[in-house]
């Protein structure tokens, strides 16, 4: 199975453990609960373990570029923007590019039926779940990692955990533009216009593959990130602090 073990989020006593600002002040202004009752617990890989492998050509399905996505396969994640994606960029003559897609989910079994019906088997391929060694594998091998998860008022406010896994292992990143996801990625990504779709997700895809020292540049913001801020190892103290906090207002 995949190994994706991080805390999402902490709920103790009459504490509140969020994963980002934006969830912070929803708790604060829709939930009333006071502001030294709230800790910011955001989620991260440890960067000690998740990061690069040597890159495996054999990967990349005789392609010269690899596409990565992690996550998982629920009508929220958008993985049916990605198959427009790769229309698009099959209706544009090239032929060049693989998707692989690892993890599973309610839609998996839809989605490789919709692969098959599109007629794009031999350009985007899910993995389901797999260890940590085949993922860390076929993300280290992609030229470029992607969050197509559907703009939506939940999305813009949620820190995807597949974003900053993908700056762990130095990769740039394509996405809709979110608050939270800007907030993560930074200039590590680019982000794609949601008001005209899967075109323009493609476009900056593109863009992307044709200039290789863009990509290394954004990679190494995206590393760096998480080096120095938003590693697994930034946010323990913060829980701990959410339960201390917790069992120094239990009754006595």
């Known amino acids: 199975m995949e190994e994706r073990t991080y805390c999402i989020t902490c709920s103790v006593g009459l504490n509140g453990g969020v994963t980002n600002g934006s969830y912070r002040e929803l708790a604060l202004n829709r939930g009333a609960v ?31 570029y690899l596409v990565g996505y992690v996550g998982n396969m629920n009508v929220q994640d958008g993985l049916d923007i990605l198959l427009e994606v790769a229309l698009h960029i099959r209706e ?32 985007v391929s899910f993995t389901g779940r797999i260890p940590r060694n085949e993922l860390l594998a076929i993300l280290s091998t992609a030229d470029v990692c992607i969050n197509p998860d559907k703009p939506c008022a939940m999305n813009d406010i949620s820190t995807m955990i597949k974003v900053v896994e993908y700056m762990a292992l130095g990769k740039p990143i394509v996405q809709f533009n979110s608050k939270e ?5 930074m200039e590590a990504s680019l982000y794609a216009d949601d008001k005209i779709g899967a075109k323009d997700f493609a476009a900056k895809l593109l863009f992307l593959l044709a200039n290789p020292d863009r990509r290394k540049q954004m990679g190494e913001i995206g590393r760096k990130r998480v080096e120095e801020a938003l590693a697994w190892e930034y946010s323990v103290q913060n829980l701990l602090t959410a339960y201390d906090r917790a069992f120094s207002k239990r009754p006595a």
């Open 181 to 185: 996801g800007r907030v993560s990625a």
């Open 34 to 64: 006071a502001s030294e009752d709230v800790f910011i617990v955001r989620n991260g890989p440890d960067a000690k373990t998740f990061k690069p492998v040597p890159p495996n050509p054999a990967l990349k399905y005789g392609r010269p």
């Open 92 to 123: 544009l003559g090239r032929c060049d590019v693989h998707f692989t897609c690892i993890g599973g989910g309610p839609a998996l079994e839809q989605l490789r039926q919709d692969v098959k019906e599109k007629d794009l088997e031999d350009m």
